[in-house]
């Protein structure tokens, strides 16, 4: 698939904001722990990709009313779902000087109804030519997403037959209906009534 950048300025994927704060001092210490346990740039990104999909459990499985949309705050309590998880990989990458983005997938249930977006990561990784999508989401029956530059090995593949879609747009900043969402529910059951069903 080919993925289409918001913003023509790649620094505008190593730039922090309100949600990807990767200048907050919680992001910076777990990007230095990660750090020292890896070389390459591209090591590094492998091991941030497995340190979100596998030790920030997705608030819809661990059962986790919390609703996290900064990166720091995901990392600090352990808990988000796929658009925080998003952010918060998003957010390591860039601390260490990797353009990263999110970008989404509308995923739909095996009838095609009770559409939702889906939360992914781009990355782009030092002498690559293109941004490769990965998906922290988290593993569980039936998932099995993998960090691969390659062949894409997300959480799941789209059913167009369905009405489910690859967005190709790698954003720079959450978009506004997804950071609405997560900023104004009061809860997961409140932000799970308001989830965005496109972009």
Not at 19 to 36: C, F, G, K, M, S
Not at 97 to 126: E, F, K, M
Not at 143 to 165: C, K, N, P, Q, Y
Request: aromatic share 8%; proline share 7%.
């Amino acid at each position: 698939m080919q993925l289409n950048q918001q913003s023509p300025d790649i620094a505008a994927y190593l730039g922090a904001d309100d949600a990807i704060d990767h200048e907050h001092p919680r992001v910076r210490e777990v990007a230095a722990d990660l750090a020292r346990e890896t070389g390459d740039a591209y090591t590094y990104a492998r091991t941030a990709f497995a340190y979100v999909r596998d030790t920030v459990p997705h608030s819809a499985d661990s059962g986790d009313p919390r609703v996290t949309w900064r990166a720091s705050d995901v990392l600090a309590t352990r808990n988000g779902i796929c658009y925080a998880k998003s952010i918060a990989l998003t957010a390591l990458l860039r601390a260490h000087g990797i353009p990263a983005g999110l970008c989404y997938q509308r995923l739909a249930d095996d009838d095609g109804t009770n559409p939702v977006v889906h939360g992914l990561v781009a990355l782009r990784l030092p002498g690559c030519d293109r941004w490769a999508r990965v998906d922290p989401r988290g593993d569980k029956t039936g998932i099995d997403a993998r960090f691969s530059l390659e062949e894409e090995r997300l959480a799941w593949t789209v059913r167009e037959h369905l009405g489910e879609v690859d967005y190709p747009t790698v954003y720079a900043a959450p978009p506004p209906e997804i950071l609405h969402a997560l900023r104004n529910a009061r809860d997961r059951t409140e932000l799970w009534r308001t989830l965005p069903t496109h972009l």
